[in-house]
């Protein structure tokens, strides 16, 4: 076995002597590594099974699974984890929980469903159904629905059901845009790892448990609010996710066959793991799989206890990567890297240095510039603050709760967090309307999928791990997720942004090392937070659609017009707008006919009316195709567009505004 402390490059040696750790108010102190293969960055098919909803509370399965799934994760210790998850739909709320599309059960031969072909114009599953109109995200009726109280209540009684005999420390919060958390819970003890007696305090919303790889999410926020802020300040050059890695950090080198591709790495790169670069470069070093010992040998196997016992700086880091080739063309796809995330944070360290002219550490800058702003107070990254040692959670396991990871790692995993702080990011820069730190604009380009995979399930982003989720109209909508893991502790954030909420799962081990080794089960955050989307989602569709039937829907009159809106299929649809005697539907249909003759009219059944992201507006679009294809074909002088409705409350009535045909509609 080599050397733990040298390597025959010269990039580092006596690596190990630079770790420092701390010893914990516990009777195990400090530990390194346990073998348990994390889940921290597990990519799962989302399975959920498609259930018809019986007598209220019976659930009977309709379809058989697709045979055959491809199921595969990545795992701390050796990159792969096949897993599969089962979840059952939600009685009472909806017969179409969030599910995998059962495309063998409809599928025509045709590679291509186009617009045209009947089957994507008769079958729901082809509709491009709208997400709730933006500016209701964050209506406090929301929150009011029956839909939504029954689903905490039942999500209260399945968590509890489910955690009744766990040894685990589990803490869960759920946030909306129109209030903040609305729920939590909360399972456990603090000091696993001692007995009840002696340590009886229980875990809660400001329990400090490693949050390990949601630790990248922050280094990606740093890399935009620092964009922001240069922005603001006319500072250049700007720094953005498509700067080029080398124009921020010219001290990043690749060998000298991988010249160009070094100069072509982005920081958006780095931050969607689609660098190229090898998950952890230089950590673990084997001589062959015999290294591997199962189950592991106290004192005698000292695998795991090499990690992180190199490239502890910055120099280190840059030299080791300076000596290994990439894994995968650039930009090609998505793999893994830790190694990738910590040169990010090296990168905007850099920029930061130069736009605020100070030097300080990556931990103290994210301190700053994002934990203190959203009063993340009980949120850190480096030694633990003395004062919050009282609200670490110990693991019964080994773990690394004592362990001080080298600084120049903290971006790719070294945070501590609890589910109030992880409430408090998600709510006011991922969820609200009015973002902290970064614009909305930015937010909404962060919360995007870059690359997808073949299951049309999940994708990757910028950090995110998406899972593809089908609504009970059959619109799919991206949940974005990131999960983290280090021994004995997993974590797991998601945000379901179009209808404005999102989940914070933490969880300790509860059982001790052999209890593992001899096969004992552990609590899964990402299992957790599928039940909470599977439970939640569909009620707040119910509710969304409740708010927006009863605002908009009815007839609306005037002296010279009416206008007739339903909620039918999914959709708000403008049935009827005729002013002055100008049917204002069969005038679009007239404006396609002049392209090409007269064709089948589109929009003879009405057009589906589109939210924007500002109050009250909408636009008109065909009913069977996407959001994207007609808008704005032809404006007025003033600009208003053919397709654009307005909604105004005027003396407590709802108005239907219509510029073109200077339509002013009330309501009845």
Known sequence: ????????????????????????????????????????????????????????VEVKKRRKWLVNTCWMAISFSTGILLTLYLVKGIPNLSSQPLQRRQTSDIYTGNTILAAGNDLSVSSPQWRCVPPPPAFLLEDPRVMQHPAIKFALAQLELTLKADTFSSKEAISISIVHSAKGKIYEFHQGRKRLNESASASPAKVNGNSIHRIASISKVFAVLETLMLSRQARLEKFVPEITLESRLQDVLPEFKLPQEFKEEAADITLGQLGSHRAGIGRDMGELVFNSPRDILWPPVPGQDTFFERYYQHNTSSQELLCTVSKNDLIWQVGQTPSYSNTGFSILGLATGNYRKKLKKQNKSWASSIKEDIFDPLEMDHTFAGPIPKGLRKDIVTPNSRNMVDLIVPAVHDPAGGIFSTTNDLAKLIHKVLLSRSPLLISNSQRLDWLRSIHYNTDAITSVGVPWESYRAIMPD??????????????GQYSQISAFPEFGYGVAVLTSVGSTDSELFAGATTTDPFGLSLKVHNTLAPAIWKAYNSIVTADYAGTYTSPNGIARIVFENGFLTLKELKIDGVDVLLKADQLIWRQGGRQVSIFGNGAGLIGTGFAGKFRATALFSCIWSAFDIVTTKSGWGLDLIVFKKVNGKMTLFYEPMKGKLVKQ
């Open 1 to 56: 076995m080599p050397s733990a402390n040298k390597k025959k490059d010269g990039c580092y040696e006596k690596a190990n002597s630079r770790l420092r750790s701390y010893q914990c108010n516990t009777q195990k102190g400090y530990q390194t590594m346990e073998s348990r293969p994390l889940l921290d960055e597990k990519l799962v098919m989302m399975m959920v099974e498609d259930d018809e909803v019986e007598g209220g």
């Open 474 to 487: 059959y619109a799919a909508y991206n949940i974005y997720f990131k999960g983290g893991g280090l021994p």
